[in-house]
């Protein structure tokens, strides 16, 4: 009997559709043109040698040598135009914002094949530290009112090109889709004196089947209401609204936590496209007691279709419960 | 200058990224597997002469000299049982539906290589009819809350059977989604007197610079806030809460508007996979002033990726009047 979950956090009904159920080790990609990409590529703007094809440099991380590590561009192609004033014109039925804003990208270090699973750990726990500085400073543009820091690896994720990196946007708007998450999570606040997602980490760490990995500040699970094959969120145990309330402790931390999952989806599921997001109140609003920053993974193991669309109600083929526990004991190298 | 346009309709931001824009010819599908279906295929459960492979079949039209035109049949991997109770458990946390309710489907033709554009405009009316009763049916299953008709075309698109067919899912919960909608509409309704999808209505046929084809009964046009490249509504004139309410004079315009529009796709943009829903008031709340139903027809030519996953806010290259232009233009065979 398929099961309809529901995730008090995002909000999303999601069926577990064991009828069509794959067992998890059917998810494996068998990728007919699975090739190996180069280490350097001439005409990639994110390989060592090429900086002069990216636009304006922010910030540059050295590593040995006189090498870089880890550069911050403008994004050439930028969804929000970085010059411009934030106006809103039109009525009720056409309403209109200048799509102005930031929009840049960190390239995770200057190898074309190196894939973030497969960084050092010492070099993911620099990439997150600029995750969050990054996150910060977007959230300084006056225009910004919402940041997110985001990632698309392969091209059944949306990646144009494929040197691993990851992007960050500040929006003009507020997202209807945070305003509503929020609202669920004041008005728990608000029914119980707690944070919901508080209440959620406590109840997934009590019951464990949906654990993958734990340390003393982070818990990777599969929510119960994974939305997909393998979608997985990223934790912090403390309380804290925004993703620039981490602490450099923290993101040693949850360095070990990204890279154990992404690790675990390389080897253990034959390194499939995916994203992650950062999920996060604004930077200036990160001491309020209802909303909890984490961050989500999504493989892209299915398509989203017609009746995805149409109701916002995923079908999900794996059972979350079968999926930590095959993810718990894939291999990590 | 890019910009931020917002629907109020389903309430969703989009980015018209123009720094990013494609010309319109530039979507067309250069698909190097772009083979032709054949006519008939033995393993395809759906082709004339393969009928017991499908199961229970619940309706039939009949064709020409004994053959049939179309069947509703139950889907044999359905994502909603078709027997057992509907019961919730859990708490706030971790709610739980029993995974019960409709899940059928509607053979389009007994041809394995007529897509749904190419059908005869006299099959289509009978299609939409059928689209209607079998709406109006599953909404009696007592355990429905809410009832989808949707199509999946293409393989980027969902597609599994790749025999032109749609889908009928009825579940035992009220989609957030679908309650958003309402909300935002009852608003509007309370704010003014008057329906907003008339109201949008009236503006775009004012307008003009959106539309693609109208008649008496339908208009048929790009919304304001597209979410993705010619993303489309095939929306009726008369105020009507639920697809339930169609008439059959209604179903007859309205089959020149799905012939017009899949036939400029076809055409037009080298026969893209696509989506479409009809989004509706469930069949037993027809008579409501705020809701309004109508068809979204979605061509699947760009990806979603970890932004739009992360914000809910869509990037579209495509500027939405540009894309009616194109379509106006587009040859229909």
């Known amino acids: 009997m398929p099961e309809l979950r529901f995730n008090p956090i995002s909000r999303e009904w999601v069926i577990i559709a064991t009828e069509r159920a794959k067992r998890p080790g059917e998810f494996m990609h068998v990728r007919m043109n699975h090739r190996a990409p180069p280490a350097y590529l001439n005409t990639c703007p994110f390989c060592a040698g090429n900086e002069h094809k990216t636009s304006e440099e922010r910030l540059r991380v050295n590593g040995d040598k006189g090498a870089w590590k880890i550069r911050v561009v403008a994004n050439s192609y930028p ?14 039925l056409k309403r209109l914002v200048t799509g102005v ?140 609204a925004s993703f620039a309330g981490i602490t450099d402790i923290e993101a040693v931390d949850m360095a070990r936590h990204l890279k154990t999952l992404l690790s675990k989806f390389h080897w253990g599921l034959d390194n499939p496209d995916f994203n992650y997001v950062i999920r996060s109140s604004r930077p200036h609003d990160a001491a309020n007691d209802y909303c909890h920053w984490y961050m989500s993974v999504m493989p892209r193991l299915s398509k989203v279709a017609g009746f995805e669309l149409g109701s916002g109600i995923y079908i999900n083929s794996a059972m979350p419960e079968e999926s930590a526990e095959f993810l718990r004991q894939a291999r990590m190298e």
């Open 79 to 92: 969804a929000l135009s970085p010059v411009g004033d934030k106006k809103r014109t039109g009525d009720v």
């Open 101 to 240: 804003g930031v929009h840049e990208v960190i390239v995770e270090s200057p190898k074309h094949d190196i894939p973030t699973a497969l960084l050092d750990l010492k070099h993911l726990e620099e990439l997150i530290q600029i995750y969050r500085d990054r996150f910060i400073e977007a959230g300084k543009d006056e225009r910004a009112e919402h940041v997110i820091v985001f990632k698309n690896s392969g091209e059944g994720a949306g990646t144009t090109i494929e040197h691993p990196h990851t992007q960050v946007i500040a929006t003009p708007i507020v997202p209807v889709q945070f305003r509503e998450r929020v609202q669920a999570a004041m008005q728990y606040y608000d029914d119980t004196g707690e944070c919901l997602s508080c209440a959620v980490l406590r109840r997934e760490k009590d019951e464990g089947s949906r654990v993958i990995f734990e340390t003393e500040r982070f818990l990777t699970f599969i929510p119960y209401a994974a939305l997909s094959p393998f979608h997985t969120w990223i934790f912090p145990k403390r309380h804290c």
